[in-house]
């Protein structure tokens, strides 16, 4: 999207570098994890296991991302876990607001969002409920009951037409809400517990959608 940030998890705290600088993340990104490992005294090695944000999203920041965890996975021989975007997104709301039931929306571009009702696990990691989309916002699913949130920047480009589609389900919108390094670390720690890395060559980006470009006549 249009941030960039990188996070370092050491037994429970979590430390963060945050950019909103969009088109910058490829200069941002490796200095802001070379920061991280320097101020805690670690190097790479030192390190468990890596996490990423694996979308749905932009497809350079997804290149971009990819990219970068693979070829530090495999300088480090370390396993990877891929997180959801969207719920990595309802994770810092829930940070930010304690909600448990929100809808995750990002631009997807070409009249489309991302999409995804998330909540949590039973240990309080948000996950993402049904499946990950890409919709037109006046298609979204409609939750059979309300208290719903909405995050996420898919808000803030189509906020009229999924208000006018959802009514009263959602009773709160966070339009400015982004996807943080700090949330993807917190369910990359749970994954990883749970067994679920895999190798740096299976750490691949989710992009729902196969055609990227309207064709031109």
Sequence with gaps: ????????YLDGEVRERFAAEAQRQSALILPMM????????????????????RGPGSF?????????????????????????????????????TGHL???AALDARMNEVYWA??????????????????????????????GWHGA???WAAYGAILAGRLGDRVTVVSAEARCHARDVAQI?????????????ELALPV???????WARR
């Design 1 to 8: 999207g249009d941030t960039c940030s990188a996070a370092l």
């Design 60 to 96: 350079t920041g997804l290149r971009i991302a990819t990219g970068v965890v693979q070829g530090a996975a495999f300088a480090a021989d370390l396993p990877v876990v891929p997180v959801s975007t969207l719920a990595a997104l309802a994770q810092g709301h829930r940070r930010a």
């Design 188 to 200: 990359a720690a749970a994954d990883f517990a749970a067994g679920l890395a895999v190798p740096a």
């Design 117 to 146: 009702a998330c909540g949590p696990d039973a240990e309080g990691v948000m996950r993402v409920l049904g499946d990950e989309r890409i919709v037109p916002p006046a298609e979204v699913p409609v939750p059979a009951d309300g």
């Design 207 to 213: 992009y729902l959608r196969d055609r990227v470009a």
């Design 34 to 53: 070379d920061g991280l490992l320097a101020e805690a005294g670690l190097q790479i090695t030192d390190l468990d296991v890596l996490a990423f944000g």
């Design 152 to 154: 996420g920047p898919g």
């Design 101 to 103: 039931r929100v809808l």
